[in-house]
């Protein structure tokens, strides 16, 4: 309805009824303007009906939707099923173009608008959330891991000699692939035990890249988020050491952004040293469905150079999910839930601690780690050498989700290479334990169910053991002889 529209109504309702449905319209068209204007998240909320309203506005700008639109072309956004149609908002074209999955497209403006505003409200939050001096930004319909490979293929280009990527040691599929699948070979670090964290190793590290020599490294491939007891890298003195030997540096940051520690670190380093882009999850941060990630970075033209990178046109949901989310929520929604998750945190490692103490075990000290705990199970692990992979089962079938339990010696080939110690992030971690970890979404309510079931699940592993070592021949055998020495 525009102005036009609005005055022909007032010859069929009354005159004031209209003028008050025009005002009405006009607050969402407030909103709508502020975005198109400042291409930044509102700081509060919008409501659905305002979201709803501004899809139908770009969707209408997209050649599809052309009420006289007479398409001869072999993509032309036809969908058979209703539902599909209006599961996407009829955003059906995508982003970008062949070249660029940042381009506009000439057939769909309304898409495009989507996919710059998009990019740029995302980054107004990376800079909201702690870095500061992030210059540029994009949503990838790809998840963390296909994201990383990206810029890993970005930089052949730069480094066409290079053949490695130093990587300090993190126990993750995803990130570990991502290296081969772009055609490298990681080189290996190994992380060092203080107390009982698992810290980078930048001894190792130098001497990795004497030992390989600067010029055949493609990257430093480092990580902020991660499980306990390993923390996130020394990201600070890691982007010195690449500035001092001209190595580009890539960040895992998968889901750090709800963490103002690992954004701190990413900005740090930074400002001291050398960060070439960083790797961020969508669904992981945003609480949006898996698909998408975000690459950001401190050079314009890099990040730049990665989009174009990408072959294609590309899927525009991720875009279209982590942006009717983040007006959903506004800039406040969104921190007062990073507010919430870190005061969930303290109750959890709390909550932890006393279940721990109550079964002999303990928190293990790993205050580097902002967001993952872990718990020992020595106990366990004495009990039988079965127990504490048993432990995992038993919560898992209990519906409690996210547990991590991580026995002693495991070993696992990822594409050639041998992990020993696999998912302990080092080849032989001092005791099992089991993780949990508070991240943004957590209610107390999970945690308090999470400890409740675990309780349980500790107390039948206990009483298990007692059982079948009262039944075992040995200690038959034991009681025997008391008895007949008593007698």
Known sequence: MNSENFSLSEKIVSTAYVRQGSQARRGHEHLIRQLLEQGKCPEEGWSESTVELFLSELAVMDSNNFLGNCGVGEREGRVASSLVARRHYRLIHGIGRSGDIAAIQPKAAGSSLLNKLTNSVVLDILKLSGVRSVASCFVVPMATGMSLTLCFLTLRHRRPKARYIVWPRIDQKSCFKAMITAGFEPAVVENVLEGDELRTDLEAVERKIEELGAENILCVHSTTSCFAPRVPDRLEELAAVCAKHNIPHIVNNAYGVQSSKCMHLIQQGARVGRIDAFVQSLDKNFMVPVGGAIIAGFDE?????????????????????????????????????????????????????????????????????????AMSLDGLQAESDKAVTQLGSMLFTRQVSGARVIPLGKEQTISGHKFRGFMSHCEAYPCPYLNAASAVGIAREDVTLCIKRLDKCLKTLKKEGNAAKSSSPDFTRGINQSIIRFS
């Open 301 to 373: 033209s890099f990040i730049q150079e990665i989009s174009q990178m990408y072959p294609g046109r590309a899927s525009a949901s991720p875009s279209l999910d982590v942006l009717i989310t983040l007006l959903t929520l506004g800039a406040s929604g969104y921190k007062k839930l990073l507010s919430e998750r870190k005061e969930i945190y303290l109750f959890l490692a709390q909550e932890l601690k006393s279940l721990a103490s109550a079964h002999g075990e303990r928190l293990l000290h790993t205050p580097h780690n902002p967001i993952s705990l």
